[in-house]
C-alpha cells in the first residue's frame, strides 16, 4: 500500500546547504596534519552522512580518542571559517521549499549549533525553525534509523507517511531502515549509484523536487 505523504524530512548539509565540500576539505586538511592522510573520497566514504559520534568513534578507533576530540575541535573551527566566508544554499532549494505543499521538517547528523549556523548563514532557517532534530537527540546515528523514527514521531506522523530527502549514502540507508521512502539528491559530491537502490528516487536537480514530491504523494 502507498500512503499518501504527510510529512517531507529533509537532510541538512549538501541537501539545504553546500556544506558538503567545505567540510570533505577541512577534514581531508586535519588528516594531514594528524598523521592521518586522507582523499576527498577517503572522507566520503567514511564520513559524510554520518553523526559526530560515528566521526569521532571511527577516528578514535585509527588515532586515538585525544586524537579524535582534537579532530572534532580543529573541525568547528575550520568548517566555521569557511562557512562564514561563503556557504550558500544548494542551487534550487529555495524555489522548491517555496513550491512544496507538505509539512516540512529537518532531520540532520550534524548538532543543533551547527544546523542554526549554517541555515542562518544561508537564510533557509525560518523555513524549519521549531521543526529541526539532530542526532544528537538520539542514540544510534545514520544508518541506523533513530533519528528519522525521531522526527516522525516528534511531528505525530507514521514513519510510511514520510519522505526522506537525502544526499548520503548512510543517510538513504536510514531512511529505508526506518520504513520512509527516499528521495537521493546526486547533484552533490555523492555519486547516484551510492544512493540508488528500492524505495529511492535519484535527483539532480532541487527544481524538479516539489514535482517528484507530488507524483509520489
Keep these: 500500500m502507498i500512503h499518501p505523504i504527510e510529512l517531507v524530512i529533509f537532510d541538512c548539509d549538501g541537501v539545504l546547504v553546500d556544506s558538503e565540500p567545505l567540510a570533505v576539505r577541512a577534514n581531508v586538511r586535519i588528516g594531514a596534519e594528524l598523521g592521518w592522510p586522507l582523499t576527498e573520497q577517503d572522507v566520503l566514504d567514511l564520513f559524510v552522512g554520518r553523526s559526530v559520534a ?29 562557512v ?86 548512510y543517510g538513504v540507508q536510514a531512511a529505508r531502515a526506518a520504513g520512509m521512502r527516499a528521495l537521493g539528491y546526486a547533484g552533490g559530491l555523492t555519486p547516484a549509484e551510492w544512493l540508488a537502490g528500492p524505495d529511492t528516487v535519484v535527483f539532480e536537480d532541487m527544481r524538479k523536487l516539489p514535482a517528484l514530491l507530488e507524483e509520489l504523494g
Aim: with cysteine; proline share 5%; aromatic share 6%.
Design 54 to 82: 560515528s566521526v569521532e568513534a571511527e577516528i578514535s578507533s585509527r588515532l586515538g580518542n585525544e586524537a579524535a576530540a582534537a579532530w572534532t575541535e580543529r573541525f568547528q573551527e575550520l568548517h566555521q571559517a569557511a
Design 84 to 169: 562564514n566566508a561563503g556557504l550558500t544554499e544548494v542551487a534550487g532549494i529555495s524555489e522548491a521549499l517555496a513550491a512544496i505543499t507538505f509539512p516540512t521538517c529537518v532531520a540532520s547528523s550534524g548538532p543543533h549549533h551547527k544546523m542554526r549556523h549554517t541555515l542562518g548563514v544561508t537564510g533557509l532557517y525560518p523555513y524549519f525553525e521549531g521543526r529541526i532534530f539532530s542526532a544528537t537527540e538520539v542514540e544510534h546515528g545514520k544508518p541506523a534509523p533513530d533519528l528519522f523514527l525521531h522526527a516522525a514521531a516528534a511531528m505525530g506522523v507514521a514513519p510510511a507517511a514520510c519522505v526522506v530527502v537525502e544526499d548520503s549514502k
